[in-house]
């Protein structure tokens, strides 16, 4: 449950970062421009809604703002750190051409993101259909919860590349190796929330189950996955973040290319700005795929 | 007279960290078909914990428990639960609530119009047509409460168990669908057990009251059989002494004989 809850303060963090969700105050300060003759209960109206879309851009701004002024001076102080204004030159050079490849060791910006993508697609799938159906079914049956949950707490906090060298034994190939280690880390948070789903599902529900003596799909399909889903969901966007994380630690061992390859290669041609850049990179990357997933919660609730 | 539901020499004992407990000693219930049967008592008694032997939710080792002659071996549809907190699934219409209920019980032997036409019926019988595409929250507490009594109606139950169907809601709300349960039990001819705590209620919709003991080790204290002709009017009752003799028996027995010195 714990994990349910570490999720709230995130998402007001996402919410509060994304200004462009509010578009109405913008469209209806417009017409103010052509139409100068404005009734005065429509002018405070306006006003109200340009005080509320103020107070909603300013905060993130400045705290941007801040962010960009401290490391404008911390990246004085020691020159070794380039500052905001040659970073943001260096991006804009590289995201002109993000698709380029000079052979396996030099691709552009846009395929070691795709291909980093690629990889956390796979193992975070491969995760995905192992470890939902793996979880309804430890919630659902109390013998096989009580099996499989010391494996579980004995291996849930082992530390995503202590997985390596066993991918790398198993399938003696990096790329297999890197989606082994999404794989292993991104499986827990799925079974596990899946599982405290199902073990929540309100004991009314079950007794409505009991009464009819539904078939055990019908309970699955009627009841339990329908009921289920919002801790699901949870599970897969907390998994998701998990891949995410890991696969820039995992792509710097197992080289090839990759966002986290590309960060050790830059390191190794001390092009500091590029691994500036590159923390943004998953930064962003991470952001989209978290929104996506709350998009997709969004719709499926039923509430 | 035919004896529908049968329990006889009932003990229920849970079992708890501080040891077991007797909820229920040497309970003997007969219940006729066709009859309404209100169970009432103080709060712990154990009156739900009977009704959910009789469903099937709770089991027991000791005593005998019969629905129309078979044991009662578990919950099955033969018995139709009305919730007390209406226990709809959220994510479905009214109409695919009472739909789930009917499919499992007639789906085997009757064709999808015919389904459809049950459930429609069983809603229509509530008074609930209008309201079919609706979902759960998007209707009120009293016609969530019909929507629970339409989807076991719906399942033809050879009794129908109520646990306290109206005790979340106003009263103005719970005098509508009492008078409404009284239609629906007379013309469905469905044999019911209810659980009460509400004397008017007991009073106005049983044709007996069967008065638990307090618990631990509760039993059956007193039946009261309410000898009022049907259908019954509760303004007409209201001025009936009688209704007031039969309300005075049953409140003499809760505060007065069994009046729980803690509550």
């Known amino acids: 449950m714990s994990t349910v809850i570490a999720m709230q303060p995130k998402l007001e963090i996402v919410a509060s970062a994304a200004p462009p969700e509010a578009p109405a105050p913008a469209t209806a300060t417009a017409p103010t421009l052509s139409a100068p003759v404005v009734p005065s209960a429509t002018r405070s109206r306006l006003f109200d809604y340009g005080r509320a879309f103020l107070r909603f851009v300013i905060p993130p701004l400045l705290g941007l703002a801040l962010f960009v002024g401290i490391w404008a001076i911390v990246a004085k102080t020691s020159p070794q750190l380039p500052g905001p204004a040659p970073t943001w030159d260096a991006a804009v050079t590289l995201f002109s051409d993000p698709f380029y490849s000079n052979g396996p060791n030099d691709q552009g910006i846009g395929w070691n993101i795709l291909n980093s993508l690629e990889r956390v697609g796979v193992g975070f799938g491969m995760a995905a259909l192992i470890g939902i159906p793996l979880g309804f079914m430890i919630g659902r049956f109390k013998f096989l919860n009580d099996m499989t949950s010391p494996i579980i707490s004995l291996l849930r906090p082992v530390s995503p590349l202590a997985w390596l060298p066993i991918g790398l034994l198993v399938f003696k190939a990096a790329n297999p190796a890197a989606i082994w280690v999404i794989f292993i880390s991104s499986i827990w948070p799925m079974i596990i929330n899946t599982a405290v789903g199902v073990s929540r599902v309100p004991e009314d529900y079950m007794n409505v189950a009991k009464v009819l003596k539904l078939s055990e799909w019908k309970i699955f399909s009627k009841i339990l996955f329908p009921a289920v889903l919002p801790y699901m969901l949870t599970g897969i966007r907390l998994s998701i973040g998990v891949a995410w994380l890991v696969i820039v630690a995992a792509e710097m061992l197992t080289g090839g290319v990759g966002i986290g390859f590309w960060v050790w290669d830059e390191w190794n041609n001390l092009k500091v700005e590029h691994i500036i850049i590159a923390i943004f990179v998953v930064g962003i990357v991470g952001l989209l795929l978290e929104q996506l997933l709350v998009t997709i919660a969004k719709r499926f609730s039923y509430e | ?263």
Request: with cysteine; proline share 5%; aromatic share 4%.
């Open chain 2, 1 to 263: 007279m035919e004896k529908y539901v049968q329990i006889e020499n009932v003990n229920m004992v849970f079992d708890t960290k501080k040891g077991p407990f007797v909820a229920l000693q040497n309970v003997n219930l007969n219940v006729t078909q066709g009859e309404f049967i209100t169970l009432i008592g103080h709060s712990g008694c154990g009156k739900s914990t009977l009704l959910n032997l009789v469903a099937g939710l709770l089991k027991t080792d000791d005593g005998v428990l019969l629905c129309a002659g078979r044991e009662i071996a578990g919950p099955g549809p033969d018995r139709g639960v009305v919730f007390q907190n209406h226990s709809l699934l959220p994510w479905l219409t009214c109409f695919e609530n009472v739909h789930l209920a009917v499919e499992r019980v007639f789906g085997a032997k009757e064709d999808k119009a015919k389904l459809k036409q049950r459930t429609l019926d069983a809603l229509a019988l509530v008074g609930l047509s209008h309201a079919e595409h609706k979902r759960p929250q998007e209707i009120s507490g009293g016609m969530k409460q019909r929507v629970g009594i339409a989807r076991a109606l719906a399942m033809e139950p050879k009794v129908l168990l109520m646990d306290e169907p109206f005790g979340a809601l106003d009263a103005l709300t719970r005098a509508h669908l009492q008078d409404e349960l009284m239609k629906i039990a007379v013309n469905t001819h469905s044999t019911v057990m209810m659980v009460t705590h509400d004397v008017d209620e007991a009073v106005l919709l049983s044709d007996r009251i069967v008065m638990l003991t307090n618990g631990p080790a509760a039993t059956i204290g007193e039946i009261l059989t309410v000898d009022l002709p049907r259908p019954r009017d509760r303004l007409a009752l209201a001025e009936d002494p009688h209704y007031h003799h039969l309300r005075g028996q049953v409140l003499e027995f809760l505060y007065h004989r069994q009046l729980r010195p803690a509550a």
